[in-house]
Nanobody, 125 residues
Framework: QVQLIESGGGLVQSGGSLVLTCTASGRNSEYVMGWFRQSPGKEREFAAGLSWSGAITRYADSVKDRFTISRNNAKNTVYLSMHSLTREDTAVYFC???????????????????WGQGTQVTVSS
């Protein structure tokens, strides 16, 4: 079992940047990690994911070229760097782990079996 704790959320102006951090504990880091987000009244959606080595990444079209996912396995930490934020990026962001996968980066909720509690990101105009 993996425990995930997110941090770094907050209020940012449109066009601004923010970095989210997810710290994992409970086992080694040789699995896929991802970030999902959920806006009020909407389904939780995939934003970005990466393989255990960081060599393989995957992004939702809505965040591609603006968000960057990365990890530091020595620190059991995954990051989501977000730039050029818009109000449409306002959501609760969840860190997730797919502990049965090392290289395949899925984009559906069912492929991830551990979740953090989420951190709120609010983008103001």
């Amino acid at each position: 079992q993996v425990q995930l704790i997110e941090s770094g959320g907050g209020l940012v102006q449109s066009g601004g940047s923010l970095v989210l951090t997810c710290t994992a504990s409970g086992r080694n880091s040789e699995y896929v990690m991802g970030w999902f987000r959920q806006s009020p009244g909407k389904e939780r959606e995939f934003a970005a994911g990466l393989s255990w080595s960081g060599a393989i990444t995957r992004y939702a079209d809505s965040v591609k070229d603006r968000f960057t996912i990365s990890r530091n396995n020595a620190k059991n930490t995954v990051y989501l760097s977000m730039h050029s934020l818009t109000r449409e990026d306002t959501a609760v962001y969840f860190c997730a782990a797919a502990t049965k996968s090392r290289n395949y980066v899925g984009n559906s909720r069912s492929e991830y079996n551990s979740w953090g509690q989420g951190t709120q990101v609010t983008v103001s105009s």
